[in-house]
C-alpha cells in the first residue's frame, strides 16, 4: 500500500527472473550427469514448496521484503531444474523428422500453464491473495509425484528404438553442415562413431558417452547466435507477459479520459467507446492479456511445422520476427480501436512474438543437442538446452526492467523498444539463414543436375 509498490514488485520479479537466468547455466550440466525423472521430480517438488513458502507470508503476516525476496531467488533457481530435463526427455523420444511440430504442439504447456496460472492467482486475488501461492505450489509438487512415477526418460528403457537423430545441426534437412566436419577436437568428438554408424547400432547404451563440457557445448555450430537471438525475443515476450495488464489498464484510462472530454465538447458519446479497455478493471485486462497467450500456442505449432517442412528454423525465427515489428507497431496504434481488433491484435502479435521463442527452445535446443558433431553423443542435450534458455532468461528479466524505467516516458516509447529487440534478434540469426538459403540452393542445384542426367 506504500508508493513505491512498483519498485517493490519490480524487486521481487527481477530477483526471480535473475535467479532463474543464473541458475539455468549450472542446472544443465546437472541433468546431463543426473537421472531426470529424479532430477525434475525433486525440481518440481521444491518449486512447490517455495511458491507455497510465497504465499503463506500473508497468512503467517510477514510483511518483511528480504523473506519474499530470499523466496523467489530460491523459487528461481529451483526451477530451472524444469526446462532442460523436459526438453531432453522430448528430445530423446523424438528424431528430427517431425521434432518441430510434435515439440511446437507440445510447448503449448507453457501458454496454457500462462493462461491457467493468471486465472487460478485471479480467483483470490482481491481475497487472500496468499491462496494465489498456495495453490499452484500445491499443483506443480502433485505433478512432480506423478512425474516419478510415470515418466520414461529413455525409449529404450521400454523397449522402443531410439529416434534418428539425422543431420540435427538446425541448419537445413537436406544439408550436412560444413562446420560439423571440421570440428575434430575437443569435446566435440568424445565418439569417434559417425551418425550412420549409430543408426545401425541402435541399442547401443545412452551411457556411455561423457557428457558435454560447458565449452563444448558453446561450440556446437549455432549454438551462440540462437541463444543471443533467444535473448532479445525472450525479452520482448516476457514483457508483454509482466507489461501487457497494466498497459491495457493505463490506455483505457488515457481514453476514457479522451471520451469525456469528447463527450463535453458535443462529440456523439458512442464514438470514443469503441475501445474497450477503457472499462476494464485491472482483473478484466489480465484476462484480456492471456490471448496473447493464445497466440503464442498458435504461433509455436505453426513455426514447428513450418521449420519441418522447409528444414530452416533460422529462416522460419527470422521471417516471424520481422512480421512482428510492424504488428507491435500497429497494435500500440490501432490495437484498442475497439474489442475486436484488440483480440485480434493480441492473437497476432502473441504468435508472432512467442513462435521463434518457442522453436527456439525446443526443436533448435533439441537439433542443436543431437548435433551431428558430436557424433552419437546425446548426452549434450540439457546443457545446450541451458544454455540457450538461460542466454534467453537474461532477456527476460532485462525486458521487463527496462520497461518500469521506461514506461514514464510514455508506451510508445516501450514499444519502440521492443520492436529494436525483435530486430536485433533477427540480425543474429543472419548467418546461420544465410547457410540454409545457400543449402537450399546447392539442393536445387544438384536436382537440376539429376534431371539433366
Known amino acids: 500500500d506504500g508508493d513505491n509498490y512498483k519498485e517493490l514488485f519490480g524487486a521481487l520479479d527481477n530477483a526471480f527472473l535473475v535467479a532463474y537466468a543464473i541458475g539455468m547455466f549450472i542446472s544443465g550440466i546437472f541433468g546431463e550427469r543426473l537421472p531426470l525423472r529424479y532430477y525434475l521430480t525433486g525440481g518440481m517438488v521444491l518449486s512447490g514448496l517455495f511458491t507455497a513458502l510465497f504465499g503463506l507470508g500473508y497468512f503467517w503476516d510477514i510483511h518483511v521484503l528480504w523473506y519474499f525476496i530470499i523466496v523467489q531467488v530460491c523459487n528461481g533457481l529451483v526451477q530451472t531444474t524444469g ?48 491462496l494465489s501461492f498456495v495453490v499452484p505450489g500445491i499443483i506443480i509438487a502433485a505433478m512432480g509425484i506423478i512425474c516419478f512415477f510415470f515418466l520414461v526418460e529413455y525409449p529404450e528403457d521400454v523397449g522402443c528404438s531410439p529416434p534418428l537423430h539425422h543431420d540435427a545441426g538446425g541448419v537445413t534437412s537436406n544439408e550436412k553442415d560444413p562446420e560439423a566436419v571440421t570440428s575434430n577436437e575437443g569435446p566435440l568428438s568424445i565418439s569417434g562413431q559417425s551418425s550412420t554408424d549409430r543408426s545401425d547400432s541402435p541399442k547401443e547404451p545412452v551411457e556411455e558417452p561423457e557428457a558435454i563440457s560447458f565449452l563444448g557445448a558453446l561450440r556446437i555450430p549455432g549454438v551462440v547466435e540462437f541463444s543471443l537471438c533467444l535473448l532479445f525475443a525472450k525479452l520482448v515476450s516476457y514483457t508483454f ?30 464514438t470514443p467507446l469503441l475501445s474497450p479497455a477503457a472499462h476494464f478493471s485491472a482483473k478484466e ?41 510492424p504488428m507491435l507497431f500497429l497494435y500500440n496504434h490501432v490495437g484498442q480501436n ?18 521463434p521463442y518457442a522453436l527456439i527452445t525446443t526443436a533448435v535446443s533439441a537439433d542443436l543437442g543431437t548435433h551431428e558433431s558430436l557424433k552419437g553423443n546425446a548426452k549434450a542435450l540439457s546443457t545446450v538446452t541451458a544454455i540457450i534458455d538461460g542466454t534467453g532468461s537474461v532477456g527476460a528479466a532485462l525486458g521487463p526492467l527496462l520497461a518500469g524505467l521506461i514506461s514514464p516516458t510514455g508506451w510508445n516509447n516501450v514499444f519502440y523498444m521492443l520492436i529494436a529487440a525483435d530486430v536485433l534478434a533477427c540480425l543474429l540469426l543472419a548467418r546461420v539463414v544465410v547457410k540454409e538459403v545457400r543449402g537450399w540452393c546447392g539442393c536445387i542445384v544438384r536436382k537440376r543436375g539429376y534431371v539433366r542426367t
Open 83 to 130: 526446462w532442460p530435463a523436459v526438453v531432453a526427455c522430448v528430445g530423446n523420444w523424438f528424431g528430427k523428422g517431425k521434432r518441430g511440430l510434435i515439440m511446437g504442439i507440445w510447448n503449448s504447456h507453457t501458454s496454457v500453464g500462462n493462461i491457467l496460472g493468471s486465472l487460478i492467482a485471479g480467483a483470490w486475488v482481491s481475497s487472500a491473495w496468499g
Open 241 to 270: 507477459l509482466y507489461w501487457l495488464p497494466l498497459y491495457i489498464v493505463n490506455v483505457g484510462e488515457f481514453l476514457g479520459r479522451v471520451r469525456r472530454e469528447r463527450a463535453r465538447q458535443g462529440e456523439h458519446p458512442l
Open 285 to 325: 485486462a489480465g484476462d484480456l492479456s492471456t490471448l496473447f497467450d493464445v497466440g503464442g500456442i498458435l504461433g509455436g505449432i505453426f513455426a514447428g511445422l513450418i521449420s519441418d517442412y522447409t528444414g530452416g528454423r533460422a529462416t522460419t525465427c527470422c521471417v516471424m520476427l520481422v512480421v512482428a515489428a
Open 338 to 355: 475497439g474489442i475486436g481488433t484488440s483480440i485480434a491484435m493480441l492473437i497476432v502479435c502473441g504468435a508472432l512474438v512467442n513462435g
